[in-house]
């Protein structure tokens, strides 16, 4: 069937991680490091909420601070939990501009406030504006809600009217994947930060269907 829209996850895709950064910034206030955090519950929940847009710093800090030194202030526990984030490379941006002469491009991102100004003010400084690169976006902050959650897929689906069938989805979490293909969309999992080593390979297939 033939692929008439594409959707993109934004960090470990379009936009570039840095897991050692993180992890250097996770151990300076206490926490352990990434992997690590991510293995611990009594962590990995209040702090993915938070990094999702789901809570906010006043409910998220009081649940992470226990596991932190006690004489950290909590803007150094902030900008650990946001030092994951890297750089977005113009190459992706014009693929983005150039995807959408012949699909509807998509975002779809599990974010929260901070990092989605972050990542505005990254396109802007390459000279884009954000409704350059997508024909809509979709932020779980904005949304209450994210990725695997099924609701948001069909909140994407019934804002855009798009057929999951017609649809690429990529994304760098094995999770969110196997929700999107639940949900009938054509998804795809990337590796972190290697989006280019399955692009051309994806693009032929989109060339071949058309």
Not at 125 to 143: C, H, N, P
């Amino acid at each position: 069937m033939q692929i008439k829209s594409i959707i993109f996850d934004l960090a470990g895709v379009l936009l570039n991680l840095d897991l050692e950064k993180d992890t250097q910034a996770l151990l300076a206030v206490g926490l352990p490091d990434f992997d690590e955090c991510l293995r611990r519950p009594e962590i990995a929940q209040p702090a993915l909420k938070y990094l999702n847009g789901l809570i906010d710093e006043k409910e998220f800090l009081p649940q992470i601070r226990p596991y932190c030194r006690p004489d950290v202030t909590d803007p150094e526990i902030i900008e650990s939990m946001n030092a994951v984030l890297a750089d977005l490379p113009k190459s992706r941006m014009e693929l983005l501009v150039s995807l959408r002469q012949h699909y509807k491009v998509y975002l779809l991102s599990n974010l929260n406030e901070s990092d989605w100004q972050y990542t505005q003010a990254l396109i802007q400084e390459a000279g884009y504006q954000v409704d350059q690169l997508f024909d809509r976006t979709f932020i779980s902050y904005q949304m209450h809600m994210a990725k695997p959650d099924p609701r948001i897929f069909e909140e994407v689906i019934r804002a855009t009217g798009i057929q999951p069938a017609e649809t690429l989805y990529l994304d760098d979490t094995r999770e969110n994947i196997e929700s999107g293909r639940k949900m009938g969309f054509q998804a795809h999992l990337v590796p972190m930060n290697q989006l280019e080593s399955i692009l051309d390979g994806l693009l032929c297939r989109l060339d071949e269907v058309e």
